[in-house]
Structures are given as structure tokens and as C-alpha cells.
């Protein structure tokens, strides 16, 4: 199973994002636990991501967000701006995949 974790200012967001990756990864037969939380909250789920996505609201906590996971081995990435307004949620997955090697 693959881990996704998105952030955004809020958590509220992403979430139309996070049904369309999930309803992407259920047609291509990934098995795939993603769900989008707070910025603030990025050091609670350090351990849990096997990969972070920003929104690209948030791009400028990169550095910040590196911080939090590099230690943890999780690769960070900015959601593409066009993708993330769009909602494509096969994008943003197929990215997140390939980043990890998938």
C-alpha cells in the first residue's frame, strides 16, 4: 500500500482532490491510503507518508516541509498548480507514483 499525504492551509481543499486520486487508484487497481490534512500538522504524520504533496497554495513551506520529512526518508513535492485546480486527481497520483518508483 502506498501512502499519500496532502497539505494544504486548512485541510478542507484538497479533499475534492483526494476523492478523485483515490477514485484514480481504485481504477488502476492501487491499493493507496490518501488523505489531506493542515500544514500545521505536517510533523504529526511524518512517520505515516510514504510521500507529501503541497498545495501549491502552500509551495512557499517547502523548505519547511523538507525539514519534516527528509529526515524521514519521505520525498516532498508541490502539487502542480494547473492539476491541483483542474482536480486531476490521475495527474497528481501518476506523479506521486512516479516520484516513488511505481
Known amino acids: 500500500m502506498v501512502r499519500i499525504l496532502l497539505f494544504c492551509s ?6 475534492m482532490l483526494v476523492s478523485k486520486m483515490k477514485k484514480a487508484a ?13 500544514q500545521a500538522q505536517m510533523a504529526d504524520y511524518a512517520d505515516k507518508a510514504d510521500i507529501a504533496l503541497l498545495g501549491p497554495q502552500i509551495k512557499f513551506l517547502l523548505p519547511k516541509a523538507k525539514g519534516v520529512f527528509d529526515p524521514k ?9 494547473a492539476d491541483y485546480g483542474m482536480l486531476n486527481g490521475e495527474k497528481v ?10
Do not use: R
Open 10 to 15: 486548512a485541510g478542507m481543499s484538497t479533499s
Open 73 to 81: 526518508g519521505v520525498p516532498v513535492e508541490v502539487i502542480n498548480s
Open 26 to 38: 481504485e481504477a488502476k487497481n492501487i491499493e493507496a491510503f490518501i488523505e489531506a490534512y493542515p
Open 93 to 102: 497520483l501518476d506523479h506521486a507514483l512516479k516520484v516513488l518508483g511505481k
